[in-house]
């Protein structure tokens, strides 16, 4: 495949609901689709940039300019035998994994459907059926939270994830434990508590929670594993995992025993492969997580939950609980809690074209010279 064109669109996309986490709100999203042309085909993908550097230092602005100032120029051209090589030519970025993965994982689909497989069968996949669960953001109180893990319990999602933050922790997470005593209840603080903060994240304790979403600081490992050891529950590390040096780093300490792995966190795909076979080599579970992507990031995320230490319910909950009309087809939704991998090749679903562009703010196409 020689890499000879890039696209980078920015699509406007309203979410269904307000979604407030402990760094910020979202609503009003503004996506980042990149498009890999080469050999006749094309391969898409998203980049889980936010519009602002709340979860991370990656914006959408920020991942623009770095492929096309950056990426570009090095794999612009590039003949690629297999999309392995690419991470390697893009060493000298340092950092700007979700740019960087973005034109990974539309190499990788553009890869697969030259090929006219489903890009599972290359990554190795070992299932066909995702178990996800909901990411429920903070609510106005534990009554409307209990509400939302009521309704989707009853939908047959397998987990519920409760977003946290100091104020707002343990007696929601109570009322959920109480309405639902057997649910699969896990929370998120996206760094919000500090390591004095530990007695009141010993109280979640209590609640018997599959696991306790990054507490601490975005950079940090050294903490999480002191707080580790004061907490029955596991810790699961989010932002402070960017590449499998940093998962074996963090499972060496003991900073937690779970890691949430986003292909656009982490690099792609080959970083994310090999993330999770160090966390597999520590016998800790994995689990994809989602940034509130569109239909082209939810494919891709169901594609890397067919890895065989994907054990956990994943975030890639029904499309259609996000947008009143999604860019691709087919829609991706779950039934009983679980989406099917789509079946055909490459990433498995298409564009829909017209409303994309009706959606789109902004394009840059680049081109490799003749
Ligand atoms: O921490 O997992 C997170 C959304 C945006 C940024 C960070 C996170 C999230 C979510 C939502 O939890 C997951 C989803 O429903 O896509
Ligand atoms: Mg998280």
């Known amino acids: ?9 920015e699509v406007a996309m309203r979410l269904r609901f307000r979604f407030e986490t402990s760094f910020g709100v979202e609503q009003d999203r503004r996506i980042v689709l990149i498009t890999v042309r080469g050999d006749g085909g094309e391969g898409i993908a998203e980049c ?7 979860y991370a230092y990656e914006t959408r602005d920020t991942a623009w300019g770095v492929i096309k100032d950056f990426v570009a120029p090095v794999v612009m051209g590039r003949d690629y035998a297999t999309p392995h090589q690419l991470l390697h030519d893009l060493r000298f970025v340092r950092g700007h994994n979700m740019a960087v993965a973005a034109v990974e994982m539309a190499l990788w689909d553009l890869h697969a459907k030259s ?6 069968h290359l990554l190795g996949g070992v299932r066909t059926e995702v178990p996800v669960g909901v990411s429920i953001g903070i609510q106005p109180s534990a009554e409307a939270t209990v509400e939302e893990a009521r309704t989707h319990l009853a939908q047959g999602y397998r987990r519920v994830k409760l977003k946290i933050k100091p104020g707002w922790d343990v007696v929601p997470v109570r009322a959920v434990r109480e309405a639902f005593p057997d649910a699969d209840v896990t929370v998120d ?12 994240l ?24 002191a707080l580790q050891a004061q907490l029955s529950t596991s810790i699961c590390l989010d932002e402070s995992i960017h590449s499998a040096e940093d998962a074996r780093k963090g499972l060496q300490i003991g900073a937690g025993r779970v890691i949430n792995v986003k292909v656009g966190r982490v690099r792609g795909y080959v970083a994310a492969r090999r993330l999770h076979d160090v966390a597999v080599a520590f016998g800790a579970p994995v689990w994809c997580g989602g940034m509130l992507e569109s239909g082209v990031g939810r494919a891709h995320n169901l594609h890397v939950s067919t890895l065989e230490g994907f054990v956990l319910p994943g975030d890639t909950s029904s499309a259609s609980r996000y947008w009143d009309e999604d860019i691709v087809e087919p829609l991706l939704d779950a039934v009983d809690g679980v989406q099917r991998v789509p079946e055909g090749p490459g990433i498995g679903v298409t564009l829909k074209h017209d409303l994309v562009e009706r959606l789109t703010r902004r394009v840059e196409v680049l081109s490799a010279s003749v």
């Open 189 to 200: 603080a996206n760094s919000a508590y500090r390591l004095v903060d530990a007695p009141i």
């Open 48 to 54: 889980v940039a936010g519009e602002f550097p709340g």
């Open 1 to 9: 495949m020689r890499i000879e064109q890039i696209e980078l669109r």
């Open 115 to 120: 090929l006219g497989v489903p890009l599972w």
């Open 202 to 225: 010993r109280q979640l304790d209590a609640f018997d929670l599959a696991y306790v979403e990054q507490p601490l600081a975005h950079d940090d490992l050294v903490d999480h594993a």
